[in-house]
């Protein structure tokens, strides 16, 4: 059985970043059956990478094929997915949570114990704050204080007046996402500049992706991490990302699944780049799929269900910053009935 559904997903805030802004979004979830094993995925579509939910829909609907493969053969059907599904990477992520799901249920232990790794051993996520009016921004930051570290999304013209506004009420760290929002390497450094002695962690994707060189410009004159984001999907990108950046963010949604973040995360490392785990607006599904691989991690950034107030799922929580494990098998989620049938559109 492969079950495909639409689901619209309330945000707590209007979402605004440097390109749009949004007060609900639209994923797909993917529920497999197989052997008396039920497993997952999640798709987030992002339309910066020209993607959407009826897109998205048309392509899992190509992976029916699952219902006939060795599960347990995963990297060579990881490479079918891959030729099957082509341009929606979030579509290729949500089969490849359902595979390693399905495999991690089979042995009854969670992913991340079958990859090895310590849930343990993970840093503090940030909570992220959108593009809003500096009063909106303030009261937002009151409401979430619990949380240790502040993502903040900037790249438009009161960038100085968001982050002053920020600094009235808190002094704790501040990761800062220009989203691409700077255009070009003067206006970054000017930006940069005013952000030294703000107690700020990062910036995520000062320029445009197409500006590689001016990134390099801007790490060579300042001595602040520069993470890329809009800049890195998959492992292909990552040879041309050493001099311009100090790390890479990586979402499931880009990569197009757990198996290709991992390739992500070992490449990166060869090459001296911090890791960073990011989301997009998501369930728990996908955020607890990425909380899988987080002790890898430098930076996390996995807060897109916590930006939802209908999420129709159960998995990793967070206490004051710190992601808090599930004990149940696979991806350790939990589907809750009550919230499923509203959801569907």
Request: glycine share 4%; charged share 30%; net charge negative.
């Amino acid at each position: 059985m492969l079950e495909i559904s639409r689901v619209r997903l309330q945000l707590e805030n209007q979402w605004t970043i440097s390109r749009n802004s949004s007060y609900y979004k639209d994923n797909v979830i993917v529920k497999f059956e197989k052997d008396g094993i039920v497993a997952y995925g999640e798709a987030a579509p992002n339309n910066r990478y020209g993607e959407d939910a009826d897109k998205t829909i048309d392509e899992i609907e190509k992976a029916s094929f699952l219902l006939e493969e060795d599960l347990f053969q995963y990297i060579s059907l990881k490479k079918k997915i891959d030729k099957t599904i082509k341009k929606q990477n979030c579509a290729k992520a949500a089969i490849d949570m359902v595979v390693m799901d399905w495999i991690a249920k089979f042995y009854n232990i969670t992913l991340y114990q079958y990859f090895g790794l310590d849930s343990a051993h993970v840093p503090a996520t940030s909570f992220s704050i959108g593009i809003d009016r500096p009063e909106m921004i303030k009261e937002k930051i009151q409401q979430a204080y619990e949380y240790p570290i502040f993502k903040v999304k900037l790249g438009q013209k009161n960038d100085e007046e968001i982050i002053n506004v920020i600094r009235t009420v808190t002094q704790k760290p501040i990761r800062v996402d220009a989203n691409e929002g700077w255009k070009n390497k003067e206006t970054a450094a000017k930006k940069i500049d005013f952000l030294l002695d703000k107690n700020i962690e990062l910036i995520e994707q000062p320029l445009p992706s197409n500006m590689n060189e001016e990134t390099a410009w801007l790490k060579d004159r300042f001595d602040i991490p520069l993470i890329a984001d809009e800049s890195v999907n998959t492992t292909k990108d990552i040879p041309d990302l050493r001099e311009p950046f100090d790390g890479i963010n990586i979402k499931l949604m880009k990569s197009g699944g757990i198996l290709e973040a991992l390739k992500m995360i070992h490449l990166a490392q060869t090459f001296d780049l911090d890791i960073m785990l990011g989301c997009m607006i998501e369930t728990s599904v996908a955020i607890s799929a990425a909380a899988q691989l987080a002790s890898y991690a430098r930076w996390i950034d996995l807060d897109g269900n916590l930006l939802i107030n209908n999420d129709p799922f159960s998995g990793v929580t967070v206490e004051a910053g710190k992601l808090v494990y599930s004990e149940k098998p696979g991806l350790g989620i939990e589907e809750l009935q009550n919230n499923v049938n509203r959801l569907h559109i």
